[in-house]
């Protein structure tokens, strides 16, 4: 608060207090008042009124500072009041009283979101759970039916990926509890997502290969494999009618990182939505066209990657291949062991 704020403030009270010192002046001489008399009242006056801007100031001003300071450091606005020391002034203990009402029921409100929020992330992990028991049920029918069956298990394959996406997502707002963080063979986490896609792939006549995946990284295996998983669930989504789908993936270490390569010789993204195939909902011209996307995934591997401490960044040449390159960061400390809080 500006010494200068201060008295254009009080202006309305300057000019009161200047018709009252010409009043008082007019009083004075209509009495024959002595001339010393007048300029020692009117010393006395001005002094005193000065003063007491001074002293106003002076009360305000900490309070007022500490307000505007604590208020462009804080990252939770609302918390502002627990960071001030009462005021000592009545206007200020007005508005600590109003500040501390409002942070208390913004606090009040934020924990009762979070209870609904927990209690719908628990029933959604509950429904996953409860609803992938008919879909493995169905894709057990299916296979015991021969071929007559064969047809159902890649759509049942989509739904079932659906909804582990819900169950992710869920727990990738969130998931800083169960992230186990050690040493993870990029091979055998490889090797499960492609069993895992075994049926859909041989059925889309896929060529899968790898090289180079002998390396470990320092990751949590489980949502390894989800990443993985939605990365070749992403590609064959945009495969090209006219050649025979290739997925590629390749690891390179180096000394201070290691650079796993995902690639595809698909349909491609156009260069104006490479920056932002990674935000929320974004499903660009590809998905568009094909109707099949939700535009998560990607999402939800860039929010893991990032949660992670991973890179990712994607290149691609349009009706030819797109590359998705994951970074893995080495760093000694890891090797000490423990979870990821």
Same mark, same amino acid.
Not at 61 to 85: A, I, M, R, V
Not at 107 to 131: M, Q, T
Not at 246 to 261: G, N, Q, Y
Not at 263 to 276: F, K, T
């Given at each position: 608060?500006? +010494?200068?704020?201060?008295?254009?403030?009080?202006?309305?009270?300057?000019?009161?207090?200047?018709?009252?010192?010409?009043?008082?002046?007019?009083?004075?001489?209509?009495?024959?008042?002595?001339?010393?008399?007048?300029?020692?009242?009117?010393?006395?006056?001005?002094?005193?009124?000065?003063?007491?801007?001074?002293?106003?100031?002076?009360?305000?001003?900490?309070?007022?500072?500490?307000?505007?300071? %604590?208020?462009?450091?804080?990252?939770?606005?609302?918390?502002?009041?627990?960071?001030?020391?009462?005021?000592?002034?009545?206007?200020?203990?007005?508005?600590?009283?109003?500040?501390?009402?409002?942070?208390?029921?913004?606090?009040?409100?934020?924990?009762?979101?979070?209870?609904?929020?927990?209690?719908?992330? =628990?029933?959604?992990?509950?429904?996953?759970?409860?609803?992938?028991?008919?879909?493995?049920?169905?894709?057990?029918?299916?296979? %015991?039916?021969?071929?007559?069956?064969?047809?159902?298990?890649?759509?049942?394959?989509?739904?079932?990926?659906?909804?582990? %996406?819900?169950?992710?997502?869920?727990?990738?707002?969130?998931?800083?509890?169960?992230?186990?963080?050690?040493?993870?063979?990029?091979?055998?986490? +490889?090797?499960?997502?492609?069993?895992?896609?075994?049926?859909?792939?041989?059925?889309?006549?896929?060529?899968?290969?790898?090289?180079?995946?002998?390396?470990?990284?320092?990751?949590?295996?489980?949502?390894?494999?989800?990443?993985?998983?939605?990365?070749?669930?992403?590609?064959?989504?945009?495969?090209?009618?006219?050649?025979?789908?290739?997925?590629?993936?390749?690891? =390179?270490?180096?000394?201070?990182?290691?650079?796993?390569?995902?690639?595809?010789?698909?349909?491609?993204?156009?260069?104006?939505?490479?920056?932002?195939?990674?935000?929320?909902?974004?499903?660009?011209?590809?998905?568009?066209?094909?109707?099949?996307?939700?535009?998560?995934?990607?999402?939800?591997?860039?929010?893991?990657?990032?949660?992670?401490?991973?890179?990712?960044?994607?290149?691609?040449?349009?009706?030819?291949?797109?590359?998705?390159?994951?970074?893995?960061?080495? %760093?000694?400390?890891?090797?000490?062991?423990?979870?990821?809080?």
């Amino acid at each position: 608060m500006r +010494f200068t704020k201060l008295i254009l403030d009080k202006a309305g009270a300057a000019v009161i207090t200047f018709i009252s010192w010409v009043i008082i002046l007019v009083l004075m001489l209509a009495f024959n008042a002595d001339g010393e008399l007048i300029a020692a009242v009117t010393i006395i006056y001005f002094a005193a009124s000065i003063l007491r801007l001074i002293i106003e100031y002076i009360r305000k001003h900490g309070f007022y500072s500490q307000l505007e300071t %604590n208020l462009s450091e804080l990252d939770k606005k609302y918390l502002l009041p627990e960071t001030l020391e009462p005021p000592s002034f009545a206007e200020g203990e007005l508005i600590y009283e109003v500040m501390r009402e409002t942070s208390k029921s913004m606090c009040e409100n934020i924990a009762g979101f979070k209870r609904s929020s927990s209690d719908f992330r =628990e029933y959604i992990e509950l429904w996953v759970h409860e609803i992938k028991l008919p879909i493995s049920s169905l894709m057990l029918m299916c296979h %015991n039916d021969g071929e007559q069956g064969e047809k159902y298990v890649s759509q049942l394959k989509r739904i079932d990926d659906y909804v582990e %996406n819900v169950l992710y997502y869920v727990r990738s707002e969130n998931a800083e509890k169960d992230y186990v963080i050690k040493e993870t063979s990029l091979k055998r986490a +490889f090797t499960n997502i492609a069993m895992k896609y075994r049926e859909v792939l041989l059925q889309s006549e896929v060529t899968l290969s790898s090289k180079g995946l002998d390396v470990n990284v320092m990751t949590d295996s489980k949502w390894l494999e989800y990443i993985l998983g939605q990365l070749l669930s992403n590609s064959m989504k945009y495969f090209s009618a006219d050649r025979t789908p290739e997925i590629t993936v390749t690891a =390179e270490e180096m000394s201070d990182r290691t650079e796993l390569h995902f690639r595809d010789n698909g349909i491609g993204i156009p260069a104006a939505d490479i920056p932002y195939i990674f935000e929320k909902s974004f499903t660009g011209a590809n998905g568009r066209s094909r109707a099949r996307s939700t535009g998560m995934g990607l999402y939800i591997v860039k929010s893991l990657c990032d949660r992670l401490g991973h890179s990712i960044a994607v290149t691609s040449d349009q009706g030819r291949y797109t590359e998705i390159t994951i970074t893995f960061g080495k %760093n000694d400390m890891f090797r000490l062991g423990g979870n990821l809080t």
